[in-house]
């Protein structure tokens, strides 16, 4: 592929793109074809219609596939089966219980939100949406209702989180890209980042959520509803156990940054084994081997037992994991084919504004290609040096950081793996999951672009 140039102009790029989108929405919504094999089969055809070459075909549709399986398949397994252990137990119960008793019944969906958004600074949105998932479940079965009305404020304030705020690395890749400095980016990045998931996560989720009426999915438990348990957990120890994965993450990002700054040695053990550690899948690992003592073995369920329930945990995940992968192969092709280069070069020369300039690209490349991160480190490669020649003061440096992951956020679709993840795991089909999870990240973008905007324009008085 290094030595492969694209030869089709950008508006060929961007009609062959839209027209895989249309041809792809029709196969699942109008046709019923499976997403998995639509996924593949309009990736095919596209990569031949941008013309990768033939024989690079091949390994760009299995390295976009197996790259997403690699971030996904993991966490969402041992996510299911600490989610089957946490409600089997009855202690995820015995956690949705204390929650509504402290917040009442009306208040569930902000404090699961609020939760949220501390879990959320520290921890990827992926890794955290699969701890938090079994609480929100547990909590919806006891209150009734559409499960929307939960998960949307909380699957909100993870996002708002991820997108905003460093360590997470579209932050971190903006604030680095353009110069500017983290501990201002957190602390106007909480700033932008609190009334963002008010006004677009909580406020709308709970809006669209008393609206679509969405029941509990069986799929991450691996059965039905579990009957209440006569000697559940206390929910200090859910709680606990909810913090082990997050208290793992932490270490490994504090230990990476000081390693980083120099305060540590990079080779010291005391950075190398936080790392390893704290690494998302071996955080979320030790949280299910110290769950499967605690909840089960240590309750008195055998070993036997908890095999079954470990694995018929994984069984109803292979669809999620299988799909989200193929979405990640068509982002993949997108990628590839060189639509988000040509795209970047032909918006550069618009003549905005550069705070909407910043935005408008990182927006466009985000629908265009699925991947924030692309999008974020296409549109601070083109723009860094303008920014950074602009004389801007740090201040307004911070808001163009967070005008670029606005933009880097904004309405998720069929190309992009995450879109297919939250569908799936919740049981929405393709224009359900629109109507939520794509309106509410694009409210995020908006939302966060005009706070973010303010924020310019009061450094620059």
């Known amino acids: ?47 031949f219609a941008t013309r990768i070459p033939i024989s690079e075909i091949q390994d760009v549709l299995i390295d976009g596939f197996g790259a997403t399986l690699g971030e996904v398949a993991l966490l969402v397994g041992l996510g299911a089966m600490f989610g089957r252990l946490a409600e089997i137990s009855g202690g995820a119960q015995a956690l949705s219980d204390a929650l509504i008793r402290r917040f009442g019944d009306k208040r569930a969906p902000f404090a699961l939100g609020v939760a949220s958004l501390l879990f959320g600074f520290p921890i990827f949105f992926d890794a955290a949406f699969m701890v938090m998932l079994p609480i929100i479940f547990s909590v919806a079965r006891r209150l009734g209702g559409s499960v929307l009305l939960y998960v ?30 983290v501990g201002l980016t957190i602390l106007i990045g909480i700033v932008v980042a609190v009334p963002t998931w008010y006004i677009a996560g909580y406020l709308y989720g709970t809006f669209i959520g008393k609206r679509i009426d969405l029941p509990v999915p069986d799929l991450l438990s691996g059965g039905p509803r579990v009957e209440t348990v006569e000697d559940p957990p206390k929910p200090s120890t859910i709680i606990a156990l909810l913090m082990l994965p997050l208290v793992l993450i932490f270490a490994n990002t504090a230990v990476t940054t000081a390693a980083r700054t120099g305060t540590l040695d990079a080779e010291s053990p005391w950075v190398t084994v936080p790392q390893v550690i704290g690494s ?27 095999e079954d329930l470990l694995d018929n945990a994984l069984k109803p995940i292979a669809p999620v ?24 070069e032909t918006l550069r020369d ?20 699925g991947t924030a991160t692309v999008a974020i480190t296409t549109s601070a490669g083109l723009l860094g040096a303008s920014i950074m020649a602009a004389g801007l003061n740090p201040v307004q440096t911070v808001a163009m950081i967070l005008t670029l992951a606005a933009g880097s956020s904004i309405f998720p679709h069929v190309n992009d793996a995450s879109f297919w993840l939250i569908g799936k795991l919740l049981g929405m089909d393709v224009p359900t999951t629109f109507k939520t999870w794509s309106v509410i990240k694009t409210l995020i973008s908006i939302v966060g672009f005009a706070l973010s905007g303010v924020v310019y324009v009061i450094a620059s008085v």
């Not at 705020?165 to 579209?170: K, Q, S, V």
């Not at 618009?350 to 290609?369: D, M």
């Open 1 to 47: 592929m290094d030595d492969w140039v694209q030869t089709l102009s950008t508006p060929a790029l961007l009609s062959i793109a839209l027209v895989a989108i249309a041809v792809l929405l029709v196969m699942i919504i109008k046709f019923k074809v499976h997403p998995l094999l639509a996924l593949v089969i309009v990736s095919i055809a596209t990569a």
């Open 280 to 306: 998302t899948p071996v955080a979320l690992l030790i949280t299910v081997l110290v769950s499967t003592y605690v909840l089960a073995l240590r309750r008195g369920r055998t070993a036997d037992y908890v």
């Open 350 to 369: 618009l003549g905005l504004p550069l705070i909407v300039s910043t935005f408008i690209i990182a927006a466009i490349l985000r629908i265009a290609l």
């Open 321 to 344: 994991v299988l799909i989200t992968g193929a979405g990640g192969m068509f982002g993949a092709v997108l990628l590839a084919s060189g639509i988000g280069d040509a795209l970047a």
């Open 152 to 181: 949307l404020p909380a699957a909100a304030a993870l996002s708002t989180m991820h997108v905003f705020l460093p360590p997470h690395p579209g932050a971190v890749a903006s604030t680095v890209l353009l110069g500017g400095d």
